[in-house]
């Protein structure tokens, strides 16, 4: 190629550009297209419900020093949540100071948890929670039960 016919070329597309970008697009959207829409609902997961404690205390005494040591045992119980794709449930423990214990961490057929702690424990009156438990991460927390005691 000759130098002349490079210039030639180059103007020529410097040109084509320049007069390109300052004409205005002239595209149209006349058509028109109905869209179905649906609802999007919200889901929600179910707590479980019908939470209750149920109490007992043993005492046992050592033979040799005759000391007597008293055990609060619990049974929490619970309806099962209705929520599909359950994993769990988490029994939390909340005591009248303000502090919360996890309890146990059951698998989905559970419906029942039992424990045991020494009796100075019932001085916190510890009610109890379950949280419902599920594959995608939400949960439901149910209302407090009634307080232990024994």
């Not at 210039?7 to 058509?31: C, E, K």
């Not at 939390?92 to 996890?102: E, M, R």
Request: net charge neutral; proline share 5%.
């Amino acid at each position: 190629m000759t130098t002349t016919r490079r210039i030639l070329v180059l103007a020529g597309m410097l040109l084509a550009v320049v007069i390109g970008t300052t004409i205005p697009a002239s595209a149209t959207f006349a058509d028109t297209v109905a869209v179905p829409t649906t609802a999007i609902t919200t889901g929600t997961v179910q707590a479980p419900t019908q939470v209750e404690v149920i109490g007992w205390c043993t005492t046992s005494v050592d033979p040799v020093t005759g000391v007597a040591t008293t055990t609060v045992h619990a049974k929490v119980e619970w309806w099962r949540s209705d929520s599909p794709r359950v994993t769990g449930y988490r029994v939390t423990a909340h005591l009248n100071n303000g502090t919360t214990s996890v309890m146990a961490t059951t698998d989905a057929t559970a419906d029942e948890v039992y424990g045991s702690a020494p009796q100075g424990y019932l001085v916190y009156q510890p009610r109890f929670t379950v949280t419902t438990l599920t594959a995608y991460g939400w949960t439901a927390q149910s209302v407090q039960s009634n307080v232990l005691t024994c």
